[in-house]
Structure formats: structure tokens, C-alpha cells
């Protein structure tokens, strides 16, 4: 898992976080929601990904007249038997890359929903499971809003993270050139690791010690986004989901390390992206500029890990 996180570092300038949330992600069995301005690599991220997993994978561009079926699939009618079969559409497949996910229609996306929170798909009257690992990586861009449909709070709740990229710096772009400029000239190879050897990882990792103290301080973190005191901020707080993410998340994290037990230092580097978009503020607390990544991270601040 480290020779995959090098590679991706080695391809992905200046996405060190990113990647991190996507091996961690894939240790504990969640879904990443990334957004970002175009060109910031996010598709890049995940193909890499995908070429680092010795799994299937599948790319989904969501337009306004997508249909669920589209995703899922259909149950198609043969002549030669009389009969009708279910054809799998590209969410079977262990890394699914959903592109522009809030230009899906609203059927779209809860059609994806039941594939993330449950790992199967409906269709016709029958359920078919999906294949394991499933891991859905979902993009959106933040700059336009015509003909898009934002994500409901019931369908965010699904993803482990939400990542937010900004625009690299001055030295991160000159090495993003070198890089392309590399590139062009010889083809990178990606480290991998197989589905069994990930799977063992998953293990592994869900197997990382979580002190009592520590996931007392992960409670405390999301009760205080239910404290009376944020009413006039907070129209809905964090949810236990939120408190399973980020308890799974840690020990992920601390496993990358190569630790045999979480830190109160992973569950403050996780919290923003693990409960931010978890958390829905009120309108005039959104008039007045406030974001709900700005109040986690006050939240942490004034929380006390141990």
C-alpha cells in the first residue's frame, strides 16, 4: 500500500491529501465526493487509482438525460431463449468513477444511492449484489450551476470524505509542466496491489486499536455540533454516520502510518473532510459567509482530545 501511495504521488503533484483520502477510502470501505475547479486532476486521481487496484473499473459522465438504467443497468429481452436478462451496467465494476455527478438527475442519483449505502442494485423486482470491494469516487464541479442538481443531504451522509481542491501554488505548478513534459516522453508504470492483498489490508486496518478515550473525544466532537449554542448556526448536525466514518477513518489512517493504534492527531487531520459535509447550516448563518468545513475546524480547536 505504500509502493501505491508513492506511485500516486509520483503521478498526482501536489495531491498528497487526496491520495490519502482515497487509499484510506479504500481501507475502510467508503466513498470519496471530490470537488474541484476543472483541470485539477480529480479524474486523474482516480484512473490512477484504479491502475494501482488490480480490480475492474468504469467511468460514468453524468449528463441531465442520464436514466438510472444507464448506471445499473436493464433487464434486455433474448429472442433466442424468450427471455428476459438483467445486463450489469458500469456500477458493477470494484472502482466506479462517477464524473460530474450534480449534472445527474435527481433518479440518477438516488439510484446510486442504494449501490453505496447497501452494495447492490434493484432492477426489475430483483436485487443483485454488487462485487466487493465497491468503492464510488464522485466529481463536481463547484463553478457552474446551471443544469446541475446539488447532492441531497441524505445522499452526502454516504460518502466517507468530501474533499475540496484549490488551485496549486506557483512551485506545484512548474512541476505539474516537468511532470506532463515527462510523460509525453515516456510512459509511468504504477506500482499495484490485487484485490485479495487489499482486502487483507481492509483487515488489517478496521483491526487498528480505538481507545475508549479516543472515541470518547470522537463523540464529543460530533455532540458538540448538536450543542444548543450552534442553534442559530446549525439547522442539522452530524449524525452517527458521521461518528462510524471518522472512528473507521482513523484507524485507516493510523494502519497507512504504521501504526497498530489510532492518534487523536488522525482524528483532527480527518474531521473536516469526514463530517463538513455531514453538517447543514442555516440560512443566515450562510449569508453571513460561514462554512460548515470553518465550523468543524473551530470545533476541533476548542475540543479537547483527552
Known amino acids: 500500500m505504500r509502493a501505491v501511495r508513492d506511485a500516486l504521488a509520483a503521478g498526482l503533484v501536489g495531491h498528497e491529501l487526496l491520495i490519502e483520502r482515497l487509499l484510506i477510502a479504500a481501507l475502510a470501505g467508503g466513498h470519496v465526493l471530490i470537488e474541484g475547479a476543472p483541470g485539477l486532476a480529480k479524474t486523474r486521481a482516480v484512473t490512477w487509482l484504479a491502475r494501482a487496484v488490480d480490480g475492474s473499473f468504469a467511468r460514468v459522465q453524468c449528463t441531465p438525460d442520464l436514466m438510472p438504467a444507464d448506471l445499473t443497468g436493464t433487464a434486455v429481452f433474448r429472442p433466442d431463449t424468450g427471455g428476459f436478462e438483467f445486463v450489469r451496467g458500469p456500477v458493477f465494476h470494484n472502482i466506479v468513477l ?22 447492490q442494485v434493484t432492477s426489475g423486482g430483483e436485487t443483485h449484489a454488487l462485487p466487493v470491494p465497491f468503492l ?48 509525453s516522453q515516456t510512459a509511468p508504470e504504477i506500482a499495484s496491489v490485487g484485490l485479495e492483498p487489499l482486502m487483507a489490508a481492509r483487515r488489517d486496518a478496521m483491526a487498528v486499536h480505538l481507545s475508549p478515550v479516543l472515541r470518547d473525544y470522537i463523540v464529543r466532537l460530533v455532540m458538540a455540533t448538536r450543542d444548543e449554542a450552534l442553534a442559530d448556526r446549525v439547522d442539522y448536525a452530524v449524525s452517527p454516520r458521521g461518528s462510524l466514518a471518522l ?35 442555516t440560512w443566515s448563518a450562510r449569508a453571513e459567509g460561514q462554512t460548515a468545513r470553518a465550523l468543524i475546524a473551530d470545533i476541533v480547536a476548542r475540543t479537547e482530545a483527552l
Open 247 to 281: 472512528a473507521a477513518a482513523a484507524k485507516a489512517r493510523a494502519w497507512l502510518d504504521g501504526r497498530d493504534h489510532a492518534l487523536p492527531e488522525d482524528v483532527e487531520a480527518l474531521a473536516g473532510d469526514a463530517l463538513a459535509h455531514r453538517l447543514v447550516l
Open 98 to 119: 462517477v464524473d460530474e455527478i450534480n449534472r445527474a438527475p435527481p433518479k440518477v442519483q438516488s439510484a446510486l444511492l442504494e449501490a453505496m449505502a447497501e452494495g
Open 136 to 183: 464510488a469516487i464522485a466529481t463536481q464541479n463547484p463553478i457552474e450551476h446551471e443544469g446541475t442538481y446539488p447532492l441531497p443531504e441524505a445522499q452526502l451522509d454516504r460518502f466517507l470524505f468530501h474533499v475540496s481542491l484549490q488551485l496549486p501554488g506557483a512551485e506545484v505548478e512548474r512541476r505539474i509542466l516537468d511532470l506532463v513534459e515527462a510523460e
